[in-house]
């Protein structure tokens, strides 16, 4: 089977966390038929994940009664997945996780999924929804590309 | 729907004499792990050396990362030295991109990181 431009897949996760592990397995199924190098692969499920985790927990507020909305889309460059919850969306991106502060006991030892989202794909958007529909985080990963921290890393 | 972690606890003594505490994590690392995977740092806590060995996971999110980093807070207070081995590469990058390899370092396998310690 191969996917061409336009294919699209979806999937809906009950708010319940560990869910996520099914949207990351779908995620990674349409991207190695989309022929995507096994550790762009890996990047995305963990984007997804932490996705997910965020809409189940955060805009769902773990509501089993809800649904999280996976899509992904693909096209000729690449793979858009857009996670879709019911709530609010965010106002204001968090600080960048601090290592030190963490170890210190001055920030929360959690906080690190929309780091590692925005570190680990091409494009990451947090969008709400005006007319009351939900939101979603739009996420964008490319074929023809590595992760900005595989390219430092060399 | 998320799998169960098992950690199990284990010594060593490294060529030098020194006595090291293996955890060995089976399963995923997510918040689900928390009783599990601090409940067994407790029993290490203070004690020496630790290794973390994740050659049997498969699954870390932000909220198992967020379990490793409170092990580390624990360590840092007492002085304690930890070490960690076993990730896929993937996870050695996710671990180095929130810092952790400041505060253990992350090594290939069992003995190297012993030897780190």
């Not at chain 1, 336009?6 to 190695?32: I, N």
């Not at chain 1, 889309?73 to 997945?81: Q, R």
């Not at chain 2, 792990?33 to 407790?42: N, T, Y």
């Amino acid at each position: 089977m191969v996917i061409t431009t336009g294919t699209s897949v979806e999937v809906r996760l009950p708010s319940r966390l560990g869910f996520e592990k099914v949207a990351m397995g779908t995620a990674a199924s349409v991207a190695q038929l989309m022929g995507f190098p096994p550790e762009r692969i890996e990047d995305l499920k963990t984007a997804v994940a932490e996705a997910c985790i965020n809409a189940i927990e955060h805009g769902n507020q773990l509501n089993e009664k809800l649904s999280v909305g996976v899509i992904l889309s693909a096209s000729a460059d690449g793979l858009e997945v857009k996670v879709v919850d019911n709530g609010e969306g965010i106002s204001k991106q968090p600080p960048k996780p601090d290592i030190d502060r963490k170890v210190h006991g001055e920030e929360d030892p959690r906080g690190m999924g929309m780091f590692l989202i925005q570190a680990l794909v091409d494009e990451a958007e947090w969008v709400h929804d005006s007319k009351g529909n939900g939101s979603y985080v739009r996420l964008v990963i490319r074929l023809d590309r590595e992760s900005e921290f595989d390219k430092e890393s060399k | 729907m998320q799998t169960e972690t098992r950690t199990t606890i284990d010594r060593t003594t490294t060529s030098g004499g020194t006595s090291i505490s293996v955890m060995r994590f089976t399963g995923d690392i997510s918040s689900a792990s928390k009783e599990s995977v601090l409940g067994a740092w407790q029993t290490v806590s203070g004690n020496g050396p630790v290794l973390l060995d994740f050659s049997k996971v498969e699954y870390i999110n932000s909220s198992g990362i967020g379990l490793i980093i409170t092990m580390l807070m624990e360590a840092d207070k007492s002085g304690q030295k930890v070490a960690v081995f076993g990730l896929t590469p993937h996870f050695q990058k996710v671990f180095t991109m929130v810092g952790i390899g400041k505060y253990a370092g992350l090594h290939k396998d069992q003995e190297t990181a012993a030897a780190s310690l």
